[in-house]
């Protein structure tokens, strides 16, 4: 289907006129820098950060185009992932008007972001498998239909949807799709960040706080073409990630043996954990995971959530949540962490037989 950015964008980002920064006028090296309103004595630490960091990180965004192979062009860096959740709704969804599309159950901050800016949401659920209902998406979608948002793979799932039922609602929906890869790291999946040529509607968003373990430093990505780029890029905050986080990240990044290593292990971990967990009797079911947890369906979610947070041990009770019944989310942790869960399932099927 035909692609027309202009068609999606609301008037006022069309007509509005960014914020020109002094480090946006003025780049490169100046003995003398009297533009910014800075503090030029320094600051009060051993290191100083009296300046504004660069506010289309540079530097950054050139090491992570090298390691995802993806042109620095194509990249925006938001103060995480939901950063870029925030910055689509800005710019493409008029407030009382629009409405996006989400395939419950699914990451909840779409729906947190739809309510902030008091954008309608369709709920179209995944099927029995978690999988996508391709036909409740076309039926639900309309032409104030601005934004369809897929998890893959999904939280609090854990599975990767599959690529060709992606690619279709690519084809055949006019909107942007936002394809959420917080966890592709963990995936036998793909990623889709190399399809980006071909689908001008697809932004696929990835993070370094899950597999690249920054959770604290705040740095969500988003691929997606030149042009979404731009608007991203509008719409921002001036200086949207700080210094520190910009310099530490790239350090971060130097280490991609290290992060290979640790997915190995977490991969090998998940696995482990899923089979030991099966053994316990209070486990139904442990679902398949392309991520770094596990949904699991246990007889008493409530009642086991309780014996584990007085273990000092805290899980997700995802029960309440549709399709999701009698179920809670475990993140793997290290070796040593999951060998104390699995002590800690056993004791809990141990006092229930007393
Ligand atoms: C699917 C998904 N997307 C995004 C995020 C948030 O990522 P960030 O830390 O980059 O904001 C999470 C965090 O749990 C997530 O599960």
Not at 157 to 167: A, K, L, V
Not at 304 to 311: E, G, I, M, R, W
Not at 313 to 320: E, F, G, K, L, M
Request: glycine share 6%; aromatic share 8%.
């Amino acid at each position: 289907m035909a692609f027309n950015i202009d068609s999606l964008l609301r008037d006022n980002i069309k007509k509005l006129t960014p914020y020109s920064s002094a480090r946006d006028e003025f780049q490169g090296e100046a003995s003398i820098l009297l533009d910014a309103n800075e503090n030029a004595f320094g600051s009060p630490l051993p290191t100083n950060y009296n300046r504004y960091p660069d506010p289309l990180q540079g530097k950054l965004k050139a090491k992570i185009s090298q390691i995802k192979g993806v042109p620095a062009e194509n990249i925006f860096l938001g103060n995480g992932s939901d950063e870029a959740i925030d910055l689509l709704f800005r710019a493409f969804c008029r407030p009382g008007i629009d409405n996006i599309l989400i395939v419950p159950p699914t990451y909840g901050m779409y729906e947190v972001s739809a309510n902030i800016h008091d954008v309608g949401i369709k709920r179209v659920p995944l099927t029995p498998e978690f999988q996508l209902d391709l036909d409740g998406i076309a039926e639900a979608i309309d032409e104030n239909t601005k934004l369809i948002f897929i998890c893959s793979p999904n939280n609090p799932t854990g599975n990767s949807i599959h690529r060709q039922d992606i690619e279709t609602v690519l084809h055949h929906f006019s909107g942007l799709v936002v394809v959420d890869e917080a966890y592709i790291n963990f995936a036998r999946q793909k990623s889709l960040t190399q399809e980006l040529a071909e689908y001008q509607n697809l932004v696929v968003l990835q993070t370094l706080s899950k597999a690249w373990g920054l959770a604290g430093l705040r740095i969500g990505m988003a691929f997606a073409d030149r042009q979404i780029i731009a608007i991203f890029n509008k719409v921002k905050a001036p200086y949207n990630i700080n210094e520190v986080s910009q310099e530490l990240a790239l350090q971060a990044l130097e280490e991609v043996d290290k992060i290979n290593a640790w997915i190995q292990i977490l991969v090998s971990e998940r696995d482990r954990l899923a089979a030991e967990l099966l053994r316990v009797p209070q486990v139904a079911y442990v679902y398949p995971s392309d991520a770094n947890f596990l949904l699991v369906k246990v007889s008493d979610p409530k009642g086991l959530y309780k014996y584990l947070v007085d273990q000092g041990i805290i899980i997700r009770d995802r029960s309440s949540v549709t399709l999701c019944e009698g179920c809670v989310r475990i993140t793997i942790g290290t070796p040593e962490e999951n060998q104390e869960l699995l002590q800690a399932f056993h004791a809990y099927a141990g006092s229930k037989l007393r």
